[in-house]
């Protein structure tokens, strides 16, 4: 892991951008003595890693006392695309503008984008584990699809946050039979892009004995900031 830049921010969180072989990231760190828990922020497919919802995000989780890491995966932010990847997303605007069925198409562009994802995640994870101000235990807060696999596959990952705002594919929707840690759900109640009644249906799937549904009016992008406060208060409980 090499990083690039680093800057102070206002409120005592040092802010440094990394690479990692190809793997573009951001990490924030806490003012503190003591090795920070790690949380594992990911952004829905396609999202740059400086999306400013993530950004900002990011910034007051680390302020609650975290390390809040970030990457762009394959094929996310501005890393390349595979021809198949472009042509998937192409047929994606086209079926959405003419009003046809997508979901064989989000198959085929998030399946292969979630089987990329995940490894690079945890080359990061071993990566950010190694270095002397970041601790355990590890959380996980964003991309639902990642997440689901990341939790039944990675032994140290303990809490996770989902955001019910993405197409998971079948295997991932099979997957969450598995999951079996603690687990917080955000819905928006009137996304569009994200049918309400398969998300509740996501929800009834995960394995986990401790699971919180937190459901909020509004449309995709609007997550009521106050979620990132209860978000802490889950994290505090299971990674502190």
């Known amino acids: 892991m090499r990083f690039t830049s680093e800057q102070r921010l206002e409120d005592g969180v040092l802010e440094r951008e990394f690479t990692l072989g190809e793997i573009p990231g951001t990490l924030w760190t806490p003012e503190s003595s003591a090795p920070a828990p790690l949380i594992l922020m990911a952004h829905n497919n396609g999202l740059p890693k400086r999306e400013p919802r993530l950004v900002a995000r990011a910034r007051q989780t680390a302020a609650y006392g975290y390390a809040v890491a970030t990457i762009d995966a394959a094929g996310c932010g501005d890393r390349p695309r595979s021809a198949a990847d472009e042509q998937a997303?192409?047929?994606?605007?086209?079926?959405?503008?003419?009003g046809e069925p997508v979901d064989e198409i989000f198959e085929s562009l998030v399946g292969?984008?979630?089987?990329?994802?995940?490894?690079e995640w945890r080359i990061t994870l071993d990566a950010l584990?190694?270095?002397p101000e970041i601790g355990g235990p590890v959380g996980y807060s964003g991309w639902t699809a990642v997440g689901i696999r990341l939790a039944v596959t990675e032994p140290r990952i303990a809490a996770a946050g989902f955001f019910a705002g993405g197409y998971v594919p079948r295997a991932?929707?099979?997957?969450?039979?598995?999951?079996?840690?603690?687990?917080l759900f955000l819905l928006q109640w009137d996304?569009?892009?994200?049918?309400?009644?398969?998300?509740?249906?996501?929800?009834?799937a995960f394995g986990t004995e401790e699971k919180t549904l937190h459901a909020n009016m509004g449309?995709?992008?609007?997550?009521?900031?106050?979620e990132i406060e209860d978000g802490g208060r889950f994290y505090d409980r299971h990674l502190k």
Do not use: C, Y
């Open 219 to 226: 449309g995709h992008v609007g997550t009521p900031w106050f």
């Open 89 to 98: 997303r192409a047929d994606l605007r086209r079926a959405m503008q003419a």
């Open 191 to 204: 996304d569009g892009g994200n049918p309400r009644q398969r998300a509740l249906d996501l929800f009834d």
């Open 129 to 131: 584990l190694s270095l």
């Open 172 to 183: 991932q929707r099979e997957e969450a039979r598995q999951v079996g840690i603690p687990l």
């Open 112 to 119: 292969p984008l979630v089987e990329k994802a995940v490894p």
